[in-house]
């Protein structure tokens, strides 16, 4: 099965910048899409950004223009920098990465991201 872990979470001030990471434990060749989704106290997941395979990228409207998803195909990994925190960005973010041929989305385990004054 294919595991995702991140990393990268962690306490920032408010107008900050965080960078995290998800590395796969295999071949990006079986993963058909990747990206993030946060879950703060209270609300539902919600999409962060998903990148393909070729890089092409979608990003959810409170996040484009602040937040920036790429890849590291060498590596195995996916990151997400994260500009100009604000306290609403206090959540957890899971990478997802997506295997058509299991008819599934995987989910790393989440990290920590908390903003603060």
């Known amino acids: 099965q294919v595991q995702l872990v991140e990393s990268g979470g962690g306490l920032v001030q408010t107008g900050g910048s965080l960078r995290l990471s998800c590395a796969a434990s295999?071949?990006?060749?079986?993963?058909?899409?990747m990206g993030w989704h946060r879950q703060a106290p209270g609300n539902q997941r919600e999409l962060v950004a998903r990148?393909?395979?070729?890089?092409?990228?979608l990003y959810g409207d409170a996040f484009e223009g602040r937040f920036t998803i790429s890849r590291d195909n060498a590596k195995n990994t996916i990151y997400l920098l994260m500009n100009s925190l604000k306290l609403d960005d206090t959540a957890v973010y899971y990478c997802?990465?997506?295997?058509?041929?299991?008819?599934?989305?995987?989910w790393g385990q989440g990290t920590q991201v908390t903003v603060s004054s």
């Open positions: 997802f990465g997506d295997v058509v041929a299991d008819g599934r989305r995987y």
């Open positions: 990148i393909a395979p070729d890089s092409q990228t």
């Open positions: 295999g071949n990006f060749s079986v993963i058909n899409g």
